[in-house]
């Protein structure tokens, strides 16, 4: 019998890259269409008076707009982080090959 290790390409990484990959799509279409209201704001779509049901708008829309692209950043981050943590090949026998079966 061989002890030869059979390596293939990591399914896990793949995974990982395919679904940083759709979370992305999802931030940047988020990214657009908050920037499209607060841009639309900006041009006086909703006027009223100071400190008025556009202003408090405006700012919750904002202030929504900046949480979510921190929490997109983070993201990204966290699947550069696991995506970096796999290696590209592993061995067939591997929890990355197997972990459906596992539970993992």
């Known amino acids: 019998m061989s002890d030869d290790v059979v390596l293939v390409a990591n399914p896990y990484r793949a995974e990982l890259v395919a679904q940083k990959a759709a979370s992305g799509s999802v931030a940047d279409r988020l990214r657009q ?22 202003d408090q708008a405006y700012t919750q829309l904002t202030d929504d707009r900046d949480q979510a692209r921190s929490t997109a950043d983070a993201v990204e981050d966290e699947f550069d982080y696991a995506i970096a943590g796999q290696p590209q090949q592993v061995s067939i026998n591997s929890w990355q090959v197997h972990r459906h079966q596992i539970g993992v």
Do not use: C, N
């Not at 269409?33 to 049901?53: N, R, S, Y």
């Open 33 to 54: 269409v908050l920037d499209k209201a607060i841009t639309a704001f900006e041009a006086g779509a909703w006027v009223g008076p100071t400190g008025g049901a556009s």
